[in-house]
């Protein structure tokens, strides 16, 4: 008969169809069912962190809820800084993990419920009569708040004998948030007023609009007020006509586009969080701006927003477009060249240093990357390169696993996650040397999983990069923020990939030719990049400005 174990896996599988883990004492019996009981495809990752890692890109790449596992005690707290992220980022993923025997703790367990509790993480332990009703519980929470949940299977009940799976409800999924009650109704009817009569209206989206689908419905926005358009750097690609989006705000945004946005007298913010970055910590809207956020939250998130509506944002932003019926736009957005304004420094060949520059290497590998890429992001001072320079089709096409909790080291298991979530796709990881060697166990674990269809770009400064500029800076010892020049392109020849070290442009030559190859013949592509660390990134420079 099935065991406790065999429940949780056939009724996750019933949901769920990939799981990520490393196999141990506690989980054991769980892995044996899910691989020989279900079709949920199961993907080994070599340390316990990448689990949830690429549970956690595979959701931000698909949309598609996944599953972590790993073993009790060590294998548990080897989850918890990705834990962690995916509770700050509001990513959804079911953690099965073993646990502490029913009768008390071993000298090598610890308190799960508490740890993962500290970070944020609610933790569901099964039981032998209700274990495919917990599962399906564990689900739906994740589902509803946008939270990863911990599945616990204790070590002693884990092979117990519990009868024949019982039919389980499907989890629910709540119903978009429509704008209730007159005050909601009072305040879109004050935005509407707001955009009716503004001069300079612009619209700002963030992951959240992606989330609701709310693109088309904010493009007919944009169309209906003469708005222009900006994104969070999560939320990039969300409005359907970029001849009138100024690209990312905040210190990813281009010079010309911000001014812009400084121009602006009405901002409506839809599904964004307005966090220190989005707004130049304070600085991205003008005095004289009249800002309105709307958003699922229960209030509004920064001291600038003079008007809050709790609603989905497709449905706020469908509602203020039936409003808007026949009013005249702008005509703003027509009078002024987006394309420029959103134009990045080029950047020199190489630097005063002799070392790569990043902005020509990051603004030449653009040009190269395929078409079809999705790109993933490790954390670091490395992180303005891409976001400023490589365009994406869509939020779902650029994601930054570990900038919520301000971790790096996230970077390779991201391409595992994101490969299996999009397997038609190029997975492009963008990773700093730090983080690159931080979670080195999982550059295996990446080449296999991608292959031909996975690249990495190591931004590599022999430093970690951030730390030199806020803190160096500064004039502390900067040994311990350096790092011996390690060779990325030998690692990756380890683990069976193509590795090529990149000193000069002319160099990046291979991934002209990498891209035309078929992806089914071609190796994982892995590029160490030799770059100047005397060249800061826009955004890094106004962390030193507001820090020094």
């Known amino acids: 008969m099935p065991s406790v174990s065999a429940h949780v896996a ?25 691989e020989s009981q279900t079709d949920a495809v199961f993907t080994a990752v070599r340390h316990e962190q990448g689990a949830v890692v690429a549970a956690d890109a595979h959701f931000r790449a698909s949309g598609r809820i996944a599953a972590a596992t790993s073993t009790y005690g060590a294998g548990f707290t080897n989850t918890i800084t990705a834990l962690a992220e995916a509770v700050q980022a509001h990513v959804p993923l079911v953690l099965v993990v073993g646990d502490e025997p029913t009768s008390g703790p071993r000298p090598w367990d610890v308190d799960q419920i508490a740890l993962a509790s500290a970070v944020g993480a609610r933790t569901y332990t099964t039981g032998r009569a209700d274990a495919a009703a917990t599962t399906v519980i564990a689900i739906e929470h ?22 024949p799976v019982p039919e389980a409800p499907a989890p629910r999924r709540p119903a978009p948030l429509a704008p209730r009650g007159e005050f909601a109704e009072g305040m879109l009817d004050d935005i509407a007023a707001a955009l009716r009569t503004a001069k300079h209206p612009f ?7 992606w989330l609701a689908g709310a693109g088309e419905a904010l493009g007919a926005l944009a169309d209906a007020t003469g708005a222009l358009t900006a994104s969070t750097a999560l939320g990039r690609g969300v409005f359907p006509d970029e001849r009138y989006d100024l690209g990312v705000t905040g210190g990813f945004g281009a010079d010309g586009a911000m001014e812009l946005v400084q121009q602006a007298d009405v901002a409506v913010v839809f599904g964004a969080s307005l966090n220190q970055f989005t707004m130049r ?17 229960p209030a509004a998130t920064h001291a600038h927003v003079g008007g809050f509506v709790r609603a989905d944002a497709r449905l706020a932003a469908s509602a203020l477009v039936e409003r808007l019926a026949g009013a005249a736009p702008s005509g703003w957005r027509e009078s002024v060249d987006a394309a420029a304004a959103r134009a990045y420094a080029e950047g020199d060949a190489i630097a005063a240093d002799g070392r790569l520059d990043p902005r020509s290497a990051a603004r030449r590998i653009a ?11 490790d954390g670091g001072h490395f992180i303005g390169w891409a976001n400023m320079y490589w365009p994406v089709a869509a939020p779902d096409r650029m994601m930054m696993i570990g900038t919520a909790f301000q971790s790096i080291g996230q970077g390779w298991p ?32 990446a080449v296999r999983a991608a292959g031909g269809r996975g690249m990495a770009v190591i931004w590599n400064d022999a430093a970690y990069g951030a730390e030199v500029n806020l803190y160096g800076l500064k004039g502390l010892a900067e040994a311990p923020m350096r790092i011996p020049e390690v060779d ?27 891209s035309a190859e078929d992806p089914a013949e071609r190796r994982f592509l892995v590029l160490d990049l030799r770059i100047s660390g005397a060249v800061i990134a826009p955004y890094q420079q106004e962390i030193i400005r507001v820090n020094s």
């Open 142 to 163: 994740a589902l509803t708040y946008r939270v990863p949940v911990v599945l616990a299977i204790p070590y002693d009940v884990a092979a117990l004998d519990a009868g």
């Open 203 to 209: 619209l700002l989206a963030g992951r959240g609009a």
């Open 281 to 297: 910590f304070g600085e991205l809207f003008a005095p004289g701006t009249r800002v309105f956020q709307i958003d699922v939250l």
């Open 414 to 445: 991201s391409v595992v996650g994101a490969t299996r979530a999009r397997p038609e796709s190029t997975i492009v990881l963008t990773s700093g040397d730090g983080g690159g060697l931080m979670a080195i166990a999982d550059l295996e674990s």
């Open 367 to 377: 040009e190269l990357l395929p078409g079809d890429r999705v790109v993933v992001s």
């Open 10 to 34: 056939l009724t996750l599988a019933q949901h769920i169809d990939h799981v990520f883990g490393v196999m141990g004492n506690g989980n054991a019996y769980f892995l044996d069912a899910l």
């Open 488 to 514: 990325f392109a030998a690692f990756g020849a380890a683990a069976g990939a193509e590795g090529v070290v990149v000193r000069t442009l002319d160099d990046l030559d291979r991934l002209r030719t990498w």
